[in-house]
């Protein structure tokens, strides 16, 4: 989700559940013995950094999953990082009855934190994999994001990333070595945050899931419809469903009770499939000139609603860079990465909205560098999609 730039701000992560054992805090305790849960098919762990202008939408988002789980068959286990403005984070768990009655309960309660530190949130993934033990996991990010733009450089949006605690963000290599530390292989990552289906966030985390489903473009303040999302869990391609639930609530028709149009995006992204597509954007862009006519941006599709622009169509601009018969292998290997993709043709509301032309929209988002961008240019080298593909005219 976006900071509040527009109309309505975006945001977003979600899941929880519990197992056994006395738990102790090193920050405030609230051990208790706890019956030992049975080890399920799946555990959902949301991941909700809402210590910012989103904690409102908290509990609603809550009551939502709450909602989902009543809905559902069979139980899974759903476990959560909360962190919400004026309240220490909390990890909580959510669980079914079996008969559609959904308890809530605080498992453990810590002293006001920067929940994305680096070793605290790995030790809260591998804690509520060691509580939930299962076959499958699915990791919900929720909160503020920006694709990969760095946390640490004074830029145009002065919040981004992944990620936000009051004044702290996370680097996106940050959050793969997370990811990675943790010791967990997730089914799918889910963004609930803005802007975060990027060719260079998905290629950095490719080896922590199978899949990644996000939106290239904003997500709307209230985020992901969870009551839908919670029982598509059920379904034999979990990510295709969730992300069948989310273009089906965001299907551009009019929300009275939102008072606007109901417009957004969202992809499935093959995690296999993004090293062959880096090993075609770099034959194919080998012999590029290290430095292109920047006016080409003016005609790519944007997918940030900002005065200033750093985020494209990543098929947009192939094309636009090398022409439709040299974007051709590009776009063959581009359409291998979806296991799915959505959009409505438009994305916001009145002078700020943007146009999501079908016939040009290949769902993830990429960066053009711009030479006056050189703090965002000189940090972008160093993300592993510009170390293996060297693709960029980069200055």
Not at 54 to 78: D, T
Not at 133 to 147: K, N, Q
Not at 350 to 373: E, F, K, N
């Amino acid at each position: 989700m976006l900071f509040d730039i527009r109309p309505l701000n975006m945001k977003h992560l979600f899941f929880l559940l519990i197992a056994s054992l006395l738990i102790s805090c090193d920050k405030q305790d609230v051990a208790r013995e706890r019956a030992e849960l049975p080890s399920l098919d799946l555990t959902c762990i949301i991941y909700m950094v809402g210590d910012n202008n989103l904690s409102s939408n908290i509990e609603s988002n809550i009551n939502a999953i709450k909602s989902g789980l009543g809905k559902m068959s069979h139980s899974v286990n759903v476990i959560a990082l909360v962190d919400k403005s004026g309240t220490n984070p909390q990890l909580l768990a959510l669980r079914q009855d079996g008969e559609g009655n959904v308890s809530r309960e605080v498992l453990r309660e810590y002293d006001e934190t920067n929940v994305l530190d680096t070793a605290f949130m790995a030790s809260v993934l591998r804690e509520a994999a060691e509580m939930c033990p299962a076959t499958h996991y699915v990791l919900d990010l929720w909160s503020h994001g920006m694709g990969w733009l760095p946390a640490d450089l004074p830029f145009y949006p002065t919040q981004r990333w992944f990620g936000q605690d009051e004044g702290a963000y996370m680097d996106i290599k940050d959050l793969a070595g997370v990811l990675q530390s943790s010791g967990l292989h997730y089914d799918f990552i889910m963004f609930d945050a803005c802007l975060m289906a990027t060719v260079e966030v998905a290629y950095e985390l490719r080896r922590s899931a199978d899949c990644i489903v996000a939106s290239p473009i904003e997500v709307w303040e209230m985020g992901f419809p969870y009551s839908t999302i919670m029982p598509a869990l059920e379904r034999e391609d979990r990510a295709v469903a969730v992300a069948e639930a989310y273009a089906a609530y965001y299907d551009g028709e009019y929300s009275s009770s939102y008072g606007i149009e109901m417009t957004g995006a969202i992809s499935v992204i093959d995690c296999a499939a993004l090293e062959h597509l880096a090993e075609v954007v770099r034959c194919q862009t080998e012999a590029l000139s290290p430095v292109y006519d920047e006016s080409i941006v003016n005609d790519i599709m944007r997918f940030d609603r900002n005065n200033y622009h750093y985020l494209y169509d990543f098929g947009d601009y192939m094309t636009k860079l090398l022409g439709e018969d040299g974007a051709a292998p590009v776009k063959e290997a581009l359409d291998a990465v979806f296991r799915y993709r959505h959009s409505t043709p438009t994305f916001g509301v009145g002078s700020s909205a943007i146009d999501l032309d079908p016939s040009r929209y290949t769902g993830i988002g990429c960066y053009v560098p711009r030479m006056s961008y050189t703090g965002w240019n000189n940090y972008y080298k160093t993300l592993q999609w510009f170390e293996d593909t060297r693709h960029l005219p980069i200055y």
